[in-house]
């Protein structure tokens, strides 16, 4: 490849809805999914995500770039400084920007992305009134009201403290 | 377009993992194909304080889930429990943790964590012991004394012990020790009977902390293997390192109230180490001699703070700390520590309380630390003046610009700005403050004194350099409800200040700002 000459590979990734963006390969390769189309050897022109979109994939390729762009010091300073840029990069999304979140590094088996959206998207549902979490989930309530009491009652230390109403 | 409903199952799986214990058990309620996915997730933290007080309850929901797990066979990785042993369920509870303990054995579940207190000095349950799994204990208020259990020892998987108010006997904890030498984490706080503990076996231990609240008689002594260890913290205990041990990985070491001279802290290396916090620890001058300084290489160094260490009085320090980012000193005397570091932003924080100040020392111990930002706090104001050659033009060497200076009060007006023009020939500070709060009458003193010399510039009061070189004097209040300090008048300061019922109620603060002359 371009090993020798030292000037980094780029790749060219394009999005479900046809925008291209250009990578360094070793940033790329954060994504098992990538690395692998790499390997088989797909690299040569452009690489097709069809399950991310643009937006999205414009985020990740910044994760991409941010992780791999910390240098490594030494284990343990390296993995604290990259959880600490894990926690900002989800710091200030928005629900339905985690959800794209959670699918794109699932499709791209990028696990610790992965963890850090879905830890996120965790504390966000811990506030959350249980109709809330139905509608953001597309859950429909299928229990008949004497069902659901039982329920409640069943796991009522649960309930406790929690806003139960649907407005939220 | 909203995709959140298709989210596949396995990433839902790893939501609920994230989830607390009771948010994933909540989940029940969604729908029905939700009411028992809580119960399929690899993690399980059952904590009775969540259970507010149902213990019965909360015995019955531990119980129940962990025999669906295991009749079911469901993957099991993380298992934490927390329980006390107090109330009239004691022995239901232990009858109950000694059914479960063999049953994560079984399951294979890799991580296990334990908490168990209680109150009253009870025996440890000897199931504890045979807890072939387990990786996190901790253990508040029994006994692991007695003759009872059978065989001392605990899982060797064991990464993390915390022994809080546990009586042991020594022989006991070091049987535990051999047993587990793969710990990394080991808290022992409040633990009476021990006297000796050894850690040398213990080759991957990297946080260590050992804590007693009171001066006992005998102070328990300590030895730590070096190579590992990333945290050290002790209080009123006996460390002893090796001398020219090199602490490889140590970042941070917090000593109070250790008898430093076995400790021979100086001859030890310390590459990694950014927090050292020495404080009242003796014997610090049994280690170094007093006749010539004595040069401390700290690489890595961030936050120093030297509080209250009587053997530092005679000795001097040359600190080579390129990365220095803070220094604390508390003291009754002027120490004789220089700084030798690149560093460009770094601030240091004096504090001088019960003790005659000599001038000239200060002077040197300030010009020592002039590329920082200096807070200095002189909680007396009885200083030597000893002679400080001053030039007849007036000018020493630069003088030292401070950041800080706050003062003490309750002497006469004459006697109070002869310390001031002292101390303006040695240092110019940008504020000025009283360094009591608390003291309501002295404040009143202190403020009158600094408006009547620095503000309307009573005759006589300030020296010809000093009027020379001060160009600019105000006062400024910060109510506690403000966020910024505001310019006022000594009428304010004096509603404001009288205005103060009862010892707690929050005060504003006062501060002078100085704006000083440039010097070449």
């Given at each position: ?18 925008e291209?963006?250009s990578?360094v390969e070793?940033a ?11 390997e ?11 399950n991310?979109?643009g937006?999205?994939?414009a ?6 770039n ?7 010091v030494g284990?343990?300073?390296?993995e604290?400084k990259?959880?600490s840029?894990?926690?900002k ?5 928005d629900?339905?920007t985690?959800a794209?979140?959670v699918?794109?590094?699932n499709y791209l088996n ?13 504390r ?5 009134s249980v ?6 989930f ?11 009491a039982a329920?409640k ?9 929690v806003?139960t109403?649907?407005?939220? | 377009?909203?995709r ?10 790893i ?5 607390s ?13 939700w009411r028992y996915?809580w ?5 399980l933290d ?12 909360f015995l019955?929901?531990v119980?129940?889930?962990l025999?669906?797990?295991?009749d079911r ?7 934490h ?15 109950l943790?000694?059914?479960w ?6 399951m294979?579940v890799k ?14 349950p000897?199931v ?9 204990l ?15 020892k ?10 809080r ?5 020594e ?5 535990i ?6 710990i990394?984490t ?8 021990l006297?000796n ?7 991957r ?12 008689d005998e ?35 917090d000593l ?5 001279s ?6 030890c ?11 009242d620890c ?9 006749d010539?300084?004595?040069w ?7 936050f ?17 700390a ?8 508390r ?9 030798v570091?690149n ?5 240091s ?11 000239p ?14 807070s ?15 030039q007849?033009?007036?000018?020493n060497?630069?003088?030292?610009v ?8 309750g ?5 109070f ?5 002292c ?5 110019r ?5 009283y360094?009591n709060?608390y003291?309501?009458g002295?404040?009143?003193q202190?403020v ?24 600019e004097?105000?006062?400024e ?8 300090w ?10 404001s200040h009288?205005r ?13 700002t ?7």
């Open positions: 490849m371009a090993a020798e000459t030292g000037t980094p590979t780029t790749l060219t990734l394009k999005s479900n809805d046809d291209l963006f990578v070793s790329a390769i954060l994504s098992v999914t990538i690395r692998n189309m790499v088989d050897g797909c690299a040569g022109g452009v690489i097709p995500l069809v991310v979109d937006k999205t994939l985020r990740v390729i910044t994760y991409m941010g992780i791999s762009a910390i240098p490594g284990a343990a300073a390296e604290e990259k959880k840029y894990r926690d990069f989800v710091s200030d999304m629900f339905e985690l794209d979140m699918l794109a590094a990028m696990s610790c992305l992965m963890d850090a959206v879905s830890a996120k998207i965790a966000v549902m811990e506030k959350k109709g809330w979490v139905r509608r953001k597309g859950i429909e309530n299928d229990y008949t009201p004497e069902e659901e329920v009652e069943e796991h009522k230390w649960t309930f406790e403290g806003e109403d649907d407005d939220n | 377009m909203n959140i409903s298709d989210l596949p199952n396995d990433i839902l799986q939501i609920l993992y994230f989830l214990q009771k948010d994933a058990v909540r989940t029940s309620i969604l729908s029905k194909s996915r119960r399929t997730r690899p993690n059952f904590s009775e304080a969540t259970f507010k007080g149902k213990k019965q309850e019955s929901f119980d129940n889930t025999q669906q797990y295991r066979r469901l993957c099991l990785d993380e298992f429990l927390r329980i006390s042993l107090d109330d009239c369920l004691k022995h239901k509870s232990v009858s943790l000694e059914k303990i063999p049953i994560l054995t079984t294979g991580e296990s964590r334990l908490s168990i207190s209680t109150v009253d000095r009870n025996d440890m000897s504890v012991f045979r807890a072939e799994s387990l990786q996190q901790y253990v508040e208020g029994f006994d692991m004394g007695r003759d009872a259990v059978p065989t001392i605990l899982s060797k998987h064991l990464k993390k012990l915390h022994l108010r546990v009586h042991i006997e022989k006991i904890f070091r049987k020790l051999s047993s587990c030498s793969l990394e080991m808290h022992v706080e409040e633990c009476g009977g006297r503990i050894k850690t040398n076996n213990l080759r231990l990297k946080d260590f902390s050992f804590e007693r609240n009171n001066e006992e102070r328990c002594s300590i030895e730590i293997y070096p190579a590992s260890l990333e945290t050290i913290k002790i209080r009123f205990g006996n460390i002893s390192f090796d001398k020219g041990a090199e602490f490889r990985n140590l970042v941070d070491l109070r109230n250790v008898e430093s076995r400790a021979r802290l100086f001859s290396e310390f590459p990694s180490l950014r927090r050292l916090t020495l404080s003796d014997g610090l001058n049994e280690e170094l001699s007093s010539r300084p004595r401390c290489r700290f690489p890595s160094l961030e120093l703070k030297i509080l209250n260490c009587d053997g530092l009085k005679d000795i001097q320090l040359v600190i080579d390129p990365n220095i980012l803070n220094f604390e000193y003291g009754n005397f002027i120490p004789s520590i220089s700084f570091t560093s460009r932003e770094w601030k924080k004096i504090d001088l309380y019960k003790s005659s100040l000599s001038l020392k200060l002077d040197e111990l300030l010009k020592s630390l002039s590329q920082s930002e200096i200095l706090m002189i909680d007396n104001t009885n200083i030597i003046r000893e002679n400080i050659p001053v007849d033009n007036g000018y060497k630069p003088v030292v401070m950041e800080s200076l706050n003062m003490n009060c002497c006469s007006l004459s006697y700005s002869s310390i001031l023009n101390l303006f020939c040695i240092c500070p940008r504020n000025m403050g360094c709060n003291d309501g002295s404040v009143m202190f009158g004194f600094m408006w009547r010399i620095l503000i309307e510039r009573e005759s006589y009061q300030l020296s010809q350099l000093v009027l020379r070189d001060l160009e004097a105000r006062m209040i910060k109510e506690w409800y403000e966020e910024e505001h310019q006022a008048p000594l009428s304010e300061f004096v509603i009288g103060r019922e009862g010892y707690f109620t929050p005060k504003c603060q006062t501060r002078f100085l704006k000083w002359r440039e010097t070449a």
